[in-house]
């Protein structure tokens, strides 16, 4: 399924800010797809943020991008994206929580908090207590990441994360729309 069809379902189920991660394309195709992405987003009223890629970013005049911590660091990303565009930075232990908590960054990603498929080579899961720990230590928004199902979702939210990111469980019904608006329905 296209970058841009997947942003017309989760647009339709609810989500406001929908990351693209596109791990295996060449980076024209990539951005390419995310041309088309964006064209329906804006149509739909939805904010798009690329992951991993500032270059694509810019090019395709997305709203922001997610970075990991082997990508172009925070504060250079930010010279390049002004600071109108969102920034989140993925972190995965209290001490890369707090170093993103300082860097000029939009929200923090913390994960993985469950066990999850969507990576290689996944950092082990941090639980929920590890969810708790980092909320208290940090001041920026707080986006869990990693494994999070409509089942546990709440239960992520309640341990002090501000959002959930979520991809696998989305897909898992086959139909992407209502999965997400079940989960916006809870969250809500």
Do not use: W
């Amino acid at each position: 399924m296209s970058h841009a069809a997947q942003v017309e379902r989760l647009a339709a189920g609810g989500a406001t800010l929908i990351q693209l991660r596109e791990k295996t394309a060449s980076p024209r195709d990539f951005c390419d797809a995310a041309l088309d992405a964006i064209a329906v987003a804006r149509r739909l009223g939805v904010r798009v943020i690329i992951n991993d890629r500032v270059d694509i970013a810019i090019a395709v005049e997305a709203d922001g991008v997610h970075l990991g911590q082997d990508d172009l660091p925070p504060e250079r990303a930010r010279l390049l994206l002004g600071d109108d565009r969102i920034i989140g930075y993925s972190s995965h232990s209290l001490e890369q929580a707090l170093e993103a908590d300082s860097a000029p960054v939009d929200y923090i990603a913390f994960g993985p908090i469950f066990s999850t498929a969507t990576k290689a080579n996944p950092d082990a899961a941090v639980g929920l207590e590890g969810l708790r720990g980092i909320r208290a230590r940090i001041s920026k928004p707080l986006v869990a990441i990693g494994g999070i199902t409509l089942e546990s979702a709440r239960r992520v939210i309640e341990a002090g994360a501000d959002s959930v990111a979520i991809v696998s469980d989305l897909y898992t019904t086959g139909d992407i729309a209502n999965r997400c608006r079940e989960l916006v329905r809870l969250l809500g």
